[in-house]
């Protein structure tokens, strides 16, 4: 069966400092990739997504980047962070058209 | 895109009852819809999908309805249950890509 990793579940880090969430996923090949946003009480916000290696597009222009480096890893980075950027993070992987599975998320504090 | 300051609506129910959690979409070219459903603090789960071809799809304890023609999707809870209080997020596939657009959420508080 498949299955979805994000790490670390929860980071703290100061305005100005880089970042970078990982996510991977198991018992598939070729995933579609996903990063979203989610803001306290609000709904999915779509930040990135990829259809393979090397391969991303970005939904929303901002300080944040996100890289595919292996088939199953997705990585989202920010050389600085924002006060802004402090949210719910969440990865989900899909194949082709088909339905989105999340991931646990990654609880981000930015101060 | 959200509208800022919006909370999310809250649908109150007894357990026991049914619950009829309802979205309104946004595109009739749209082909697949889906319902999820997120707990505090974790990711959201899938429930249910239905296709564009179909009215009606029932799983366990679930049903999903759409009406095309007023662009509208319901999810069904038989039998509400305590773990059933989560947010609750319908989506909507449109076009080629593989990206899905969702509802800004339901909070579904089920009382004992």
């Known amino acids: 069966s498949q299955t979805i990793h994000q790490w670390p579940a929860t980071l703290v880090q100061p305005v100005g400092s880089p970042l970078s969430l990982e996510c991977t996923v198991e018992?598939?090949?070729?995933?579609?990739l996903y990063w979203y946003r989610q803001a306290a009480g609000r709904g999915l916000q779509l930040l990135f997504y990829?259809?393979?290696?090397?391969?991303i597009s970005s939904e929303v222009p901002q300080n944040l980047s996100a890289s595919r480096p292996q088939d199953r890893q997705f990585i989202l980075s920010s050389k600085k962070l924002l006060l802004s950027d402090s949210g719910f993070y969440l990865c989900?992987?899909?194949?082709?058209?088909?339905?989105?599975?999340f991931g646990p998320g990654t609880r981000l504090l930015v101060l | 895109g959200e509208s800022v300051g919006l909370h999310l609506p809250t649908l109150s129910v007894q357990e026991g009852d049914n619950s009829i959690i309802n979205c309104a979409y946004s595109n009739s070219a749209s082909d697949y819809f889906i319902w999820y459903k997120q707990e505090s603090g974790k990711g959201p789960q899938f429930i249910i999908d239905?296709?564009?071809?179909?009215d009606k799809r029932q799983g366990q304890r679930v049903t999903v309805l759409l009406n095309k023609t007023v662009k509208h999707l319901s999810l069904q809870i038989a039998a509400t249950q305590p773990g059933d209080s989560a947010v609750y997020f319908c989506?909507?596939?449109?076009?080629?890509?593989?990206?899905?657009?969702f509802g800004k959420g339901i909070t579904l508080s089920v009382r004992p």
């Open positions: 990829s259809v393979g290696i090397g391969q």
């Open positions: 018992g598939t090949s070729n995933p579609n």
């Open positions: 989900a992987w899909s194949v082709l058209r088909e339905t989105q599975y």
């Open positions: 989506a909507e596939r449109t076009g080629a890509n593989s990206k899905l657009t």
């Open positions: 239905i296709r564009s071809n179909m």
